[in-house]
């Protein structure tokens, strides 16, 4: 195996698939290098000279700068690279859209609900209206298996420290939170179980899950059973009883949502699993389907390869604004804007670029902070 790969040819950087001791002689591309430090697997190495203040290229796209001269075959890395963020951007729609901008037929073998949900696992759980009865939760999980089906995945209890004294929002955004686990089409039945003098009331509940199947949703109130163990195994067997009648079926792929969470991250992470990951993304949305990002700050940097994804002007202004709003909230409370990196990235080769905000990125900040 090759011990660098060059990701883009417009790069600059190479990366090491594998630890390379100073001293070494590398050849790519027809290109001997000789590295002048010891390289950990998934960093950087100058591909060429590199002058300070130049761009640093990775995927073909810019990565920072360097803060010096950095001679061909040194490591690239938070000692001699700065980023380029740290203002509020301009940005122009130059829309480049995947192969797969068509709809395209993919099925997979799901199980078809009752509301028209499609759900990819089979599983009964156990939703705490609050965490004083998360033993509870628990101990229904455990005698519970008793009633367990081999059509059935698993029987899970999601505990959650919340619902006692929350007031207002507080309380709604988790309200919100168990009321979505309640209605996913991953669990072919839920009980909810409420302890009874909690701020998340039961009946609280209710008015945000909305319609709901009596037959899959059950609910109860601990404090009103002298044995809510008894009572609790009681509705499991009926619960169990019900999402054992679901079998798999052939379903269509726009039925499905992808999550996507950042992870621990290395500098391998661009050239294995990311690009796979995107790939089934472009095939699930080709499809009608729905892939889902999260952790906007880790988009900053990258964030024009998201922008020249958007279908339509309206929805690339939107993201302008998710963006730039999110920048907006770090610099309102004077924190750098960077891309976020932990001690674990930077350890296998993502490197951080700690940013010295600019006047006029300061200049945008006050006047931020006045429009708030």
């Known amino acids: 195996m090759q011990a660098v790969y060059k990701i883009h040819e417009k790069d600059n950087v190479i990366v090491a698939i594998e630890e390379i001791t100073k001293g070494e002689k590398i050849k790519i591309e027809n290109n001997e290098i000789t590295v002048l430090a010891d390289i950990p697997a998934g960093h950087k190495i100058a591909l060429t000279n590199i002058r300070a203040g130049e761009i640093i290229r990775k995927y073909g796209f810019p990565i920072g700068t360097a803060k010096e001269n950095i001679a061909k075959g040194s490591w690239v890395h938070t000692h001699n690279t700065k980023s380029r963020l740290g203002e509020l951007l301009e940005y122009r729609y130059e829309p480049d859209l995947p192969e797969e901008t068509t709809k395209k037929t993919y099925e997979f073998m799901g199980y078809k609900r009752h509301d028209g949900k499609i759900g990819i696992r089979n599983e009964v759980w156990i939703i705490p209206t609050v965490g004083c009865v998360n033993a509870i939760a628990r101990e229904l999980e455990t005698q519970a298996v008793?009633?367990?089906?081999p059509a059935i995945d698993g029987i899970y209890?999601?505990?959650?420290?919340?619902?006692?004294?929350q007031l207002g929002d507080d309380q709604l955004y988790t309200q919100k939170l168990l009321s979505g686990l309640v209605q996913n089409p991953n669990a072919g039945a839920v009980l909810v179980l409420g302890l009874?003098?909690?701020?998340?009331?039961?009946?609280?509940?209710?008015k945000i899950i909305g319609d709901y199947d009596e037959n899959r949703v059950k609910f109860l109130i601990c404090q009103d059973h002298e044995d809510e163990i008894e009572a609790g195994l009681s509705l499991m067997k009926e619960l169990c009883s019900y999402a054992g009648q679901f079998k798999r079926e052939t379903c269509s792929a726009q039925h499905l949502i992808l999550g996507l969470k950042c992870g621990g991250s290395d500098g391998l992470s661009g050239i294995t699993a990311n690009p796979l990951v995107g790939k089934i993304s472009n095939k699930i949305i080709a499809a009608g389907g729905t892939s889902i990002l999260t952790e906007v700050p880790e988009m900053f940097g990258a964030e024009t390869l998201l922008m020249n994804r958007c279908r339509s002007k309206e929805i690339f202004d939107k993201t302008v604004k998710l963006i730039n709003n999110f920048k907006s909230y770090f610099?309102?409370?004077?924190?750098?804007?960077?891309?976020?990196?932990?001690?674990?990235?930077k350890a296998g080769g993502i490197t951080t670029w700690k940013t010295n905000r600019s006047a006029a990125s300061k200049k945008a900040a006050l006047q931020l902070l006045k429009t708030y």
């Open 146 to 149: 008793q009633y367990q089906t």
């Open 157 to 165: 209890a999601y505990s959650h420290p919340h619902g006692c004294s």
């Open 196 to 206: 009874g003098c909690e701020n998340n009331q039961i009946e609280l509940m209710k």
């Open 331 to 345: 610099m309102r409370y004077g924190e750098e804007i960077n891309e976020n990196p932990s001690p674990g990235n």
